[in-house]
């Protein structure tokens, strides 16, 4: 956890000061973004996990001890920045996000790849093919009986969307911020990053978070996945404000209003996905299957709106 922190305080830094930021912001910024990231993770642990402890203040009395969900991460970077956007030390607060979108996705990816030197790196799903009984696939698990399992290595999978994500982050914000195709008279670039970043880490823990035994489930049924809700919440609101933008440039259009509803589409299916998961345990492969091409939908269908801002602006 440690290591994460600090990757991501070098991360944004990099970011964050070549894309114009003051240097002064992050003495504020990366301190607020760490404690609150810390306090927001461990609070929606405990709000799904009560019988672990002697209430919230038992919660936090054993902060070293493992339990935290990582959606809180991406709640406490985003209150971070507005806290520091009401110092007036940064006008622009999407300047901040800009640069915690990719640095979000790395330091997600080390925070899943730690996993693997414990017995966490598993899903509910038994890999049963001798073939695919390895990582990346796979981890080798004891079960309460002492025998061996082969389980989904659900954390290692994670890790490589992740880093798989901060690349391509990595390159829109280098592409957006850099290139001079995407002037600031015919393109809004900055948030543009930070909004794809919301939705491509959203549409990746939807799905595989699906495949944990030990999901952060709601505290009143037992099978209702928060981070699912809170990710497609998140990814949702993400691409609201990425039409919003395209329409304030450009007006409603036939690919835009077609794009939205996709969108729709992709996150009714990754719903309805899951439910056939819930209710039909064997049809998992077709349903994973589905739920994959919704969220990968939904990322294209973010990207297309993104750039589909600049396309049709003359």
């Known amino acids: 956890m440690v290591l994460a922190m600090v990757l991501f305080a070098f991360l944004f830094y990099t970011l964050y000061v070549s894309g114009g930021g003051k240097r002064r912001v992050l003495l504020l910024y990366i301190p607020l973004a760490v404690g609150l990231s810390f306090l927001c993770s461990r609070l929606l642990y405990w709000f799904c996990h009560q019988e672990q402890f002697a209430g919230i203040a ?26 520091t956007r009401l110092t007036t030390l940064e006008k622009k607060t999407l300047r901040i996000l800009d640069a915690v979108g990719p640095s979000l996705a790395f330091t997600f990816g080390v925070l899943r790849l730690s996993a693997l030197f414990n ?32 389980r989904l290595a659900t954390f290692m999978l994670e890790a490589i969307l992740f880093f798989l994500l901060f690349v391509v982050l990595l390159f829109l914000f280098i592409r957006l911020h850099y290139s001079k195709k995407y002037s600031k008279k ?23 978070d699906s495949t944990r035994y030990d999901s952060c489930f709601m ?27 395209c329409v304030r440039k450009n007006g409603w259009s036939v690919p835009a209003i077609l794009c939205s509803v996709f969108f729709l589409a992709c996150i009714a299916g990754v719903g309805i996905t899951e439910y056939l998961i819930q209710r039909h345990g064997d049809w998992y492969r077709s349903c994973y299957l589905g739920m994959g091409i919704a969220c990968l939908g939904m990322d294209v269908l973010a990207v297309l709106m993104t750039f589909f801002t600049k396309k049709i602006h003359k």
């Open 119 to 150: 017995e966490t790196c598993r899903g509910k799903i038994e890999v049963l093919t001798e073939n695919n009984r390895h990582l990346p696939l796979a981890a080798t698990i004891t079960n309460a009986l002492g025998e061996t399992e082969y």
């Open 219 to 245: 505290p009143f049924n037992g099978f209702v996945s928060l981070v699912q809700i809170l990710s497609a919440v998140s990814a949702l609101a993400a691409f609201v404000l990425i039409v919003i933008r």
């Open 186 to 208: 015919k393109f809004p670039r900055t948030g543009a990053v930070y909004y794809l970043a919301v939705v491509m880490i959203g549409s990746v823990e939807m799905i595989l």
């Open 58 to 83: 038992g919660a936090f009395a054993q902060a070293l001890t493992p339990g935290y969900c990582m959606t809180g991460v991406l709640v406490g970077t985003l209150l971070a920045a507005l806290l």
